[in-house]
């Protein structure tokens, strides 16, 4: 089955590092990515990582997978005010002719001075 | 590059009420999605097109949910009756031809929010 569970919230004070985790189900994922979405927009890619990897590093970004654990995580160093959004892991079911994303609840990053 | 676009922004209708969205994707995207976001939840998948035929739309409530690429760029999502359980934004993605590109990233829109009451 497809299903990708995440933490609801996470406080950070700003210049913290931050790390939001996301585990999934679909041991076939290709790809796994993570969005941003502030209020009243629509959802941006920020990075995402093939399965094969480990890791992948992208400015104050770091993405790590366990594949064997199906444990997907984000940090983001130095957090920022300007980090404070809903994060959505996603990932991209094993089929070849689809970019159908199945996307977690969502995890609400609050940054405090 | 100019992103996806969608209108409106905001929309509210009564229960029973019809409503349309309207998507205009990234050019040279081959691949438009529509997603509901219910409040508090991520978006799920209403129906992907590839050009203007439809690839998946297991999801899609057939009964009052609709939805056209009829010329292969631009979409139409309509619901017709609403009932107020549809309230959510409704988000319109784009991507390059996932058949020529291995991993071609979603681009979305602002959304649409509606509000049925």
């Known amino acids: 089955g497809e299903d990708v569970e995440q933490s609801l919230f996470l406080s950070v004070r700003e210049g913290d590092s931050s790390v939001i985790n996301c585990t999934y189900t679909?041991?076939?994922?290709?790809?796994l990515y993570w969005y941003k979405q502030e209020p009243g927009a629509g959802l941006q890619l920020l990075t995402y990582?093939?399965?094969?990897?480990d890791m992948k590093q992208d400015q104050r970004l770091t993405v790590l997978l366990n594949k064997k654990d199906k444990h997907l995580s984000l940090r983001i160093a130095d957090t920022q005010t300007g980090d404070s959004a809903i994060y959505f892991c996603?990932?991209?079911?094993?089929?070849?002719?689809?970019?159908?994303?199945?996307f977690g609840t969502g995890t609400r990053l609050q940054v405090f001075p | 590059e100019a992103g996806v676009a969608q209108s409106p922004r905001y929309k509210i209708i009564e229960k029973r009420q019809s409503v349309a969205f309207w998507c205009n994707p990234i050019?040279?995207?081959?691949?438009l999605y529509w997603y509901q976001q219910i409040l508090g939840q991520g978006p799920k998948l209403l129906i992907q097109?590839?050009?203007?035929?439809?690839?998946?739309d297991s999801q899609l409530p057939k009964d009052r949910f609709s939805a056209e690429r009829l010329k292969g760029v631009d979409s139409t999502l309509k619901i017709q009756p609403a009932k107020l359980e549809d309230s959510a934004v409704y988000l319109c993605?784009?991507?390059?031809?996932?058949?020529?590109?291995?991993?071609?990233?979603?681009?979305f829109g602002n959304g649409t929010r509606l509000t049925v009451t």
């Open positions: 993605a784009s991507s390059l031809d996932p058949r020529s590109s291995y991993n071609s990233p979603l681009h």
């Open positions: 679909d041991s076939s994922s290709t790809y």
């Open positions: 990582i093939f399965s094969n990897m």
């Open positions: 996603a990932e991209k079911p094993g089929t070849y002719n689809t970019d159908k994303l199945i």
């Open positions: 050019s040279g995207h081959a691949t």
């Open positions: 097109f590839q050009n203007n035929g439809v690839v998946d």
